[in-house]
């Protein structure tokens, strides 16, 4: 099925250790981003891409790398997770200016 | 900068009833208006989109928003809810030329009575 493909729906990690979430997207998207959800702050941007191998921080990027090699990829690393890093996670792409983001299904990551 | 506020946190309606829930955004240009539907547990699903022409806009499910330009304000609109209404309810603005960002809201959860 087209669409947003997020890996994995739950993990728990223990303070400082590293992970990849993954991202991938069968509809040949351009624009790609992540966003973490928390209890009463709506949705955050993390980091964005506009391209392959164009990437952009957001609002919260401290603590997160991504990277783009290819359209339908865009993994997000945590590289020494931390309790505050707990949240929902969501990626989300699109064709092109404006004409709506399609999200995963996400990501509910607990750090202890 | 950009922001999006969604004065209501939550937001009680009986069923059958009408719905308004309310958009105001901060932006310097003439942005483009999301609004995105989340039921408990899942993503986020387009309801619809204003990006120019009509500032009166019809979605998915029965939902239309109005742009209102003089007042910063992108509410959405039901004439009739229905108990699978129940859900949260963000508002998003992304800017023309930098569409690889959205602001959200903070969100508003519906809540339907029978």
């Known amino acids: 099925n087209a669409g947003v493909t997020q890996t994995p729906k739950f993990q728990v990690l223990k303070t400082g250790q590293s992970m990849t979430l993954q991202c991938a997207q069968d509809?040949?998207?351009?624009?790609m981003s992540w966003y973490r959800q928390d209890p009463g702050m709506g949705l955050r941007l993390i980091h964005y891409s506009v391209g392959a191998g164009i990437t952009d921080q957001g609002e919260v990027p401290n603590g997160y790398n991504v990277s783009r090699s290819t359209t339908e990829d865009f993994p997000l690393r945590l590289l020494s997770a931390a309790p505050s890093q707990t949240s929902v996670y969501f990626c989300?792409?699109?064709?092109?200016?404006?004409?709506?983001?399609?999200f995963g299904s996400g990501t509910r990551l607990t750090v202890v | 900068a950009q922001s999006v506020t969604q004065p209501d946190i939550h937001i009680t309606v009986s069923e059958g009833a009408s719905l308004e829930l309310r958009c105001n955004y901060s932006?310097?240009?003439?942005?483009?208006l999301f609004w995105y539907v989340q039921s408990p547990g899942q993503g986020l699903q387009l309801l619809l989109k204003?990006?120019?022409?009509?500032?009166l806009v019809q979605g998915i499910k029965g939902f239309e928003a109005e742009f209102k330009r003089s007042q910063s304000s992108f509410n959405l609109r039901k004439p009739s809810v229905h108990w699978s209404d129940a859900a949260e309810y963000f508002c998003a603005v992304g800017a023309h030329g930098n569409t690889g960002k959205l602001i959200f809201g903070q969100g508003t959860t519906l809540q339907v009575k029978p």
């Open positions: 989300a792409s699109s064709y092109s200016e404006g004409p709506g983001y399609t």
């Open positions: 509809m040949n998207h351009e624009y």
């Open positions: 932006y310097g240009a003439t942005p483009y």
């Open positions: 204003y990006f120019s022409g009509d500032t």
